[in-house]
């Protein structure tokens, strides 16, 4: 059961450096920092980045209007964004990140809700790319605009109520991809003004778990269903994931639909909301 049920959605950097120059393929830097780490990673894919890439950013292609951090933007704001970007109907998208895995699953994520499903995570991202000697740009690309269709599916996303109502119910699991320390409320949140713990009855794994801790590159299909088994999740339930902000989740949503799990969602607002003071029920 090492083989994963979706293959097409993970492809190495060995793969893509045989088709950097295919008209059909695109690259994506989806490359993210928390406020609190102080890097800007505009600036960084600025200096370098894989050649062709755009930057995706963030911050920037979401809902603007609310208060907490890159809420899924509107359908409009998606299309318009991507029309600017050159990313469109009929392009293999490649995503990656400067961590290795951290952001890049959550652009992933982001594209399939809006309805764009050739879409792939590059396995162990920029950190590899680099390592093996491949090339690099500061060179700015300059696009051709291209159509998408943008069209939202609210099947892959949960709102603060509908997790509030889940706890009562447990229709779904619910599993946060945080740190355990933070998970358990032994560690402060980077998020300023939210409380510590975790979602009343949910499960824990760290996304990191899912990773090779050296190359950053996704385990093998049966060790990430032996550690989502292994925290007490049902594979055979529905999943929603969360985490700090929506980022991390998504490589859990992402872990999950690599072993052929489809029945997940993502708690877009995550622990940047539910964390706030107020209401909601929170453990220990």
């Given at each position: ?11 190495s ?18 490359t993210?920092y928390?406020p609190?780490?102080?890097k ?21 292609i979401?809902?603007?209007s609310?208060?907490?951090?890159h ?19 009929g ?8 961590h ?8 992933w ?40 269709t ?34 358990q ?5 980077p ?7 975790h ?12 990773l ?26 529905p ?5 700090g ?14 072993i ?10 995550s ?14």
């Open positions: 059961m090492n083989s994963y049920a979706h293959p097409e959605s993970l492809v950097t060995a793969w893509l450096a045989e088709r950097l120059n295919s008209p059909d393929i695109r690259v994506v830097d989806a993210y928390l609190v780490q102080g800007n990673a505009r600036a960084e894919y600025g200096a370098r980045h894989i050649p062709g890439a755009v930057f995706f950013d963030i911050d920037e979401a809902d603007t609310v208060p907490l951090p809420m899924l933007p509107s359908p409009e704001k998606f299309s318009a964004r991507m029309r600017k970007l050159g990313l469109g109907d392009n293999k998208i490649v995503v990656y990140d400067a290795g895995m951290m952001s890049a699953a959550r652009v994520w982001t594209f399939r809700v809006f309805g764009h499903r050739d879409v792939a995570v590059l396995d162990g991202g920029l950190p590899k790319w680099i390592a093996e000697g491949r090339p690099v740009e500061e060179d700015l690309p300059h696009p051709r605009e291209r159509h998408l943008a069209r939202f599916n609210n099947l892959m996303v949960r709102d603060k109520e509908q997790v509030r109502a889940n706890i009562a119910s447990k229709r779904e699991q619910l599993v946060d991809a945080r740190s355990a320390g933070r998970f409320g032994q560690e402060s949140e998020w300023p003004g939210r409380r510590s713990g979602i009343p009855g949910s499960f824990n794994v760290p996304y990191t778990d899912l090779d801790p050296a190359a950053k590159t996704f385990l093998p299909a049966d060790r990430i269903r032996a550690r989502f088994q292994q925290a007490g999740v049902d594979l055979g339930k999943i929603v994931c969360s985490c902000s929506g980022i991390t989740a998504c490589v859990l949503a992402f872990a999950l639909h690599l052929g799990d489809e029945n997940v969602a993502v708690y877009d607002g622990w940047s909301e539910w964390g706030l003071p107020g209401d909601t029920p929170v453990e220990p």
